[in-house]
């Protein structure tokens, strides 16, 4: 009976859908329509069993559901043009899926270091707050990004542990 939220960038794509093949311990995966053609495709073609849905009209119970749910939304690669806007929009995902979820997951590359202060800002949240940054998350997974991936797992499995 947990659910936790993946806020990433498009450009993780990749990244993200790898750490999700990657985890068997998921029993409902639902990704946020708009921006997440990209990996509902991934996931399609790895033959990963997910829902698409739309952000207006997320399942009431999606947080009530047994087992470990995740939940995946991507933002678009424009907002790393205009840092400002990309920490705004990224903490109002937070808060919005915070207030749903167990846990809130930020996958994104280093992005220059806007998130630095994520753990200040989100200090006295009643979800679990977790970062975890791709290394180079515009090439294909590789050793470097194998850090990224145990970090995941360590968090997961966790969050797994007290959860459930």
Do not use: W
């Not at 509902?40 to 790895?46: E, G, K, M, V």
């Not at 707050?129 to 194998?146: C, G």
Request: charged residues 25%.
């Amino acid at each position: 009976m947990s659910l936790v939220s993946i806020i990433g960038c498009e450009s993780s794509t990749k990244d993200l859908v790898e750490l999700l093949a990657k985890d068997n311990c998921i029993d409902r995966l639902a990704v946020v329509n708009g921006k997440s053609h990209l990996i509902s495709r991934d996931l399609d073609d790895l033959k990963i069993e997910h829902e698409l849905l739309s952000s207006d009209s997320l399942p009431a119970g999606l947080n009530e559901d047994d087992g470990f749910n995740v939940l995946v939304t991507l933002q678009s690669n424009t907002f790393l043009n205009d840092p400002s806007k990309l920490k705004k929009e990224t903490y109002e995902k937070i808060k919005f899926y915070g207030s749903i979820s167990d846990s809130v997951l930020l996958f994104y590359d280093s992005c220059n270091g806007i998130f630095n202060d994520i753990f200040v800002d989100f200090k006295k949240q009643s979800f679990f707050l977790k970062t975890l940054f791709a290394e180079n998350s515009n090439s294909d997974v590789s050793e470097s990004n194998s850090k990224v991936f145990n970090l995941y797992d360590h968090f997961c499995g966790k969050l797994k542990k007290d959860l459930l």
